[in-house]
């Protein structure tokens, strides 16, 4: 044991002296400071190539839809594209795409909408004009043809991704029952057909304003004329009249060991189990990042190359704003019921001990401290990361401090997290069934 325990603090020893030679390089120049109308702006310069990535978060996303509008955020997100007071229909995209953008696209999630380009250095004022004249200039725009046109591209990214937000939408409401802003409608596209432009617009009044957003330049610019553009562009826009909401925050899955089956002939077999994990703020977080990556590695293993119960295994750790859960999706081979892999899922689990996970943690802690010397290299992965982090501690994110902590974890940092494991949350199963007809039929069963 004495060898084992001095070869784990060579290597230790050996990533900290990399993590040191690296640490400079992992904290470029930064400035964090807000608006005179709320916008919170974080520029870090980063002149490693000669783009830059420009990333605007507002805080708001489908937790914020009231009941029986689900796709409401995601139909604002689309017409943002269209036009503004400035810009005539999708011409934003054109000039976009004329300056050599990079990559560029908008993101609706539970807790916040996205919208970013990376584009090269010389176009950073393009980019950042059309980000103020998405906050300031397009609800104007909004008008019938464009609302109907919106909702019929989402009816057809709805239809088209079915079997998966099918899935989501049974674990969601497994965890969080069914009237929770975390649940979505599984009926969303009966709603669509009862939205209508005034929700749009009120909706979009509510979340895209300048102290409710967050602005991330990250790239080859220098602080003081990324801060003169950013005044430029952003410093004049007003915020409604009436003061911002202030988030409620949502409650924690309440369910343990609900147990849901879903039978349908148009889905394939999927089997899922979530357990409850820290969340994202927590300090317990990044131990939690670590125990994902081991435990990965350590259920694929098991499950899938010896025992063979599963044709793949995926382990992931979802987070949202204010609640996480590990999950586990599985996929059994045939003629191997979900009784079996789920006994198995739970044997396995229940054998995992800190010792244990030691054989696994030098290789899961590798690939989280490749991750950070990847994130150094992209602009837009950093500025997802400081977006993130300015979220949920208001503070940019911190890349050495990181790589620091994660160097000092140990396999008695995730010992507490293993009592997540004991029991699962929620069971969701969906089952290929040939008798079944187009809507399914859900079970459902409580402990
Ligand atoms: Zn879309």
Redesign the pocket.
Known sequence: MKVLALGVAVCALSLAAHAAAEAGAASPPEAHFRLANGLDVLIEENHREPRVAVLVSYDVGSRDEPEGYSSLA?LV??LTYRRSRHLKDYAGLELLGRAGVQTMN?E?HDDRTLYYAVVPSKALPLALYLESERMGFTLESFDEASFAHERE??RA?VQSKAPELRLRALILTALYGAAHPYTRNPDALRNLNDLGLRDAQSFFQRGYRPDNAHLVVVGDVTLDAGRALVERYFGALANPVAPRDSRVPVAPARALGVHVTYRSHSYASVFVAAYRAPFYGSRAHLAAELLERALRTLLTAVLVDQQRLALYLKFELADRDDDSQFVVEATPRQGVSYERLEDALQATLARVTPERLASVLREARSGLLEQEWMRLEDPLARAHAHVEALAFDGRPYAADERIHRLLGLTEADLAPLLESFSRPLAVVELVHDGGVGDAGVVEVSNP
């Open positions: 995601h997100e689309h908008g609706t591209v989402i990214e």
